[in-house]
């Protein structure tokens, strides 16, 4: 049986890139053909002596084709463009750490932008993933040039990012950076990230290879998605705790985990495709940022807990 899933979490968000042969038609394909420039930020302030103009220490970066502000940065930030800051990207493809460019896009105004990766490295499964790397970078002086390992499940086109050393920071290179740095920095991110993904196969493995009963899976769903203390919770708080295990026991029975059904695998499968695709909030700027990985990596603990 072959299910896959026409669209993943992040198509409404990034554009599909696989026709492309090079970084630049990336770029140009995903909307990332823009610069960007600082520029000085003031202010008229209006005192009973008249208007005097304020200057303020800090600049703001502004999107060069739309003049939109992007956000405010200190003295030391300096831009990077995005055919620089991507740059590596076509050295790793040339090198055949890249087997194909696969998604790009940004979010909000241009303030930080991606571009997702199919790598060579395989996982062998014999439920089909395969590796991907995010590339981002940020214009709005809240972030760095980050590298972060993402395996996709291809039955459901589920996302699990990284799940280890959670909390810790991810490998990033800052806006002083220079280029050539930058080109080491991003394959040396690269080659850690691949070390992942070892790990990950090994886990999902022991996941495709032990069953569940009912109980098991009951238990699972109540440590991944607790109700609210009885006693303490509102009604609206108990039905929509009720909600959620519901949800998700029906992501784990679904269509899309037919073919691991009734293994550990389906478990955390399906908690994985309940945040990606029924969690509340927009899904593909948890993904990209990095905030489902919490919910990922406790269903990943209590799966991992069964076998």
Request: with cysteine; net charge negative; aromatic share 6%.
């Amino acid at each position: 049986m072959t299910l896959i899933r026409e669209a993943n979490a992040l198509n409404r968000t990034l554009v599909d890139v696989t026709t492309t042969s090079s970084l630049g038609e990336v770029i140009t394909a995903g909307g990332l053909d823009y610069e960007v420039a600082l520029h000085d930020l003031q202010s008229n302030v209006v005192t009973p002596d008249g208007v005097t103009r304020v200057d303020f220490a800090q600049s703001g970066v502004v999107r060069m084709d739309t003049l939109t502000p992007l956000g405010v940065v200190g003295e030391r930030y300096t831009p990077i463009q995005n055919a620089d800051a991507f740059e590596p990207l076509q050295y790793l493809h040339d090198e055949g750490f890249i087997e194909t460019f696969e998604q790009a896009g940004t979010l909000g105004d241009g303030q930080r932008a991606f571009i997702i990766a199919r790598l060579s490295k395989q996982i062998s499964l014999t439920d089909q993933h395969h590796a991907r790397v995010l590339f981002s970078t940020t214009h709005d002086g809240s972030g760095a040039y980050s590298v972060r390992a993402i395996a996709e499940r291809l039955f459901c086109a589920n996302q699990i990012p990284r799940l280890t050393q959670l909390g810790k920071s991810i490998m990033s290179i800052r806006h002083t950076t220079s280029a050539a740095e930058r080109v080491q920095h991003v394959r040396a991110a690269v080659l850690n990230e691949i070390q992942w993904f070892d790990e990950y196969a090994d886990g999902i493995d022991r996941m495709l290879n032990t069953t569940v009963n009912t109980a098991r899976t009951n238990a699972f769903v109540n440590q991944v998605a607790p109700m609210p203390p009885r006693g303490k919770a509102t009604q609206r708080q108990v039905n929509a705790g009720t909600k959620r295990q519901q949800d998700l026991l029906g992501r784990i029975h679904g269509a899309h985990n037919k073919n691991i059904e009734g293994t550990v695998a389906a478990l955390f499968h399906g908690a994985v495709e309940y945040s990606d695709y029924d969690a509340r909030g927009n899904n593909a700027e948890r993904i990209l940022l990095g905030r489902d990985v919490t919910f990922k990596q406790r269903a990943w603990d209590a799966a991992l807990a069964l076998v």
